[in-house]
């Protein structure tokens, strides 16, 4: 079975200082991973995705996730925050790629970016 | 691209009155389809898929319901509301081995 667990419900940063929300996932399949964003009242957006290949992964609006297998991590990062980034922010799990599969999201992790 | 609609964005609902919330999919072709649903301060919980038309499975035993009359269309219904059925409900489309693609969601309040 997989899940995913964010570890932080809230972090709060200054804008301009470095960006860190951890996640830790358990899968007994080799995982695809992913990083959703959610602004108010929206739908969820894409950030990145980690599919097998290289395990440091860059995604949309500078972010990036380094898939580390060894301690079941895949942190989302960034080396300067900006106030749009302040949202809601999902990790995600697939047991696998094929057609149908659901998939598991942490409860979110709150980002606030003051100026 | 895809492009998912949703509606509508907002619905407040009196308890024991029927819902409809409906969700197309444009830019694609045999999508899987996903309801989903958000409570507050919770992360998502899967409600419906779809890997068809006529072809739903459910996930959690509750008091709604999805059809998926065409390729492109997914229906999220229910004949009497409860009051635990308030949150921000999400459709997502899925083709191949792409990442799931979300709509802008339904917002509903029950009174």
């Known amino acids: 079975a997989q899940s995913v667990t964010q570890l932080d419900s809230h972090v709060s940063v200054s804008e301009g200082t470095p960006v860190l929300l951890r996640c830790n996932y358990s899968?007994?399949?080799?995982?695809?991973l992913f990083w959703y964003v959610q602004h108010p009242n929206k739908g969820l957006q894409l950030l990145l995705k980690?599919?097998?290949?290289?395990?440091l992964v860059k995604g949309i609006n500078g972010f990036e996730a380094e898939f580390k297998k060894s301690e079941t991590s895949f942190h989302l990062t960034k080396p300067s925050a900006h106030m749009s980034d302040a949202a809601e922010y999902f990790c995600?799990?697939?047991?696998?790629?094929?057609?149908?599969?659901?998939?598991?999201f942490g409860k979110g992790t709150t980002l606030s970016v003051s100026s | 691209s895809q492009t998912i609609h949703q509606w509508p964005a907002t619905l407040v609902q009196p308890v024991g009155s029927p819902l409809s919330l409906e969700c197309t999919v444009e830019g694609t072709s045999n999508p899987n389809l996903y309801w989903y649903r958000q409570a507050a301060g919770r992360g998502l919980q899967l409600l419906f898929y779809s890997v068809g038309i006529g072809q739903i499975s459910s996930e959690v035993p509750q008091n709604l319901s999805a059809s998926r009359p065409q390729d492109r269309q997914f229906i999220l219904s229910s004949k009497k509301l409860l009051l635990s059925d308030s949150g921000f409900y999400l459709c997502?489309?899925?083709?191949?081995?792409?990442?799931?693609?979300f709509g802008d969601g339904t917002r509903l309040s029950i009174l």
């Open positions: 997502a489309c899925q083709t191949g081995i792409q990442p799931q693609h």
């Open positions: 995600v799990v697939s047991g696998s790629n094929q057609a149908g599969t659901a998939l598991i």
């Open positions: 980690y599919t097998s290949a290289a395990t």
């Open positions: 899968s007994s399949y080799s995982p695809s």
